[in-house]
């Protein structure tokens, strides 16, 4: 069902010096911040040969990675953001398997411009999942 790895996002205290790492002593190309009030975040993405990598900034008082930043105040690994044709067919797949999808189990519109979706993280060894259509 899973296709490419489109990304993996890392939470970071300060996105400004998170970018200004892959930017100046990793050599990336870093996107502009874009803000996601929807999903309580700012990210910038940076663009790598074969995938992408997501620093995320919280964005709002009730931002999603604020108690994951409380726990982890210098950053760490996120989720990992895998691609699926069709997303309501693996969601309703991943649910007939007994797999949690958070939230209202509807698709939200992602960082991409793209349906995704988020499954817990406990179904799956501890690594928070996105999946996007693409
Ligand atoms: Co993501």
């Known amino acids: 069902m899973i296709g490419r790895l489109n990304h993996v996002a890392i939470a970071v205290p300060d996105l400004e010096a998170g970018a200004a790492k892959y930017r100046t002593a990793l050599g990336a190309n870093v996107t502009a911040p874009q803000a996601e009030p929807d999903h309580g975040v700012t990210v910038v993405f940076i663009e790598l040969p074969n995938t992408k990598i997501e620093l995320l900034e919280p964005l709002g008082e009730d931002s999603p990675i ?26 309703d797949q991943l649910k007939a398997g007994g797999a949690r999808v958070l939230g209202d189990g509807e698709p939200k519109i992602g960082a991409h411009g793209k349906p995704v979706l988020f499954l817990h993280p406990k179904d799956f060894d501890g690594a928070l999942i996105e999946l996007e259509e693409v």
């Open 66 to 91: 604020r108690g994951f930043l409380e726990k982890n105040p210098s950053g760490g690994i996120h989720h990992l953001c895998y691609e699926v044709e069709d997303i309501r067919a693996a969601r």
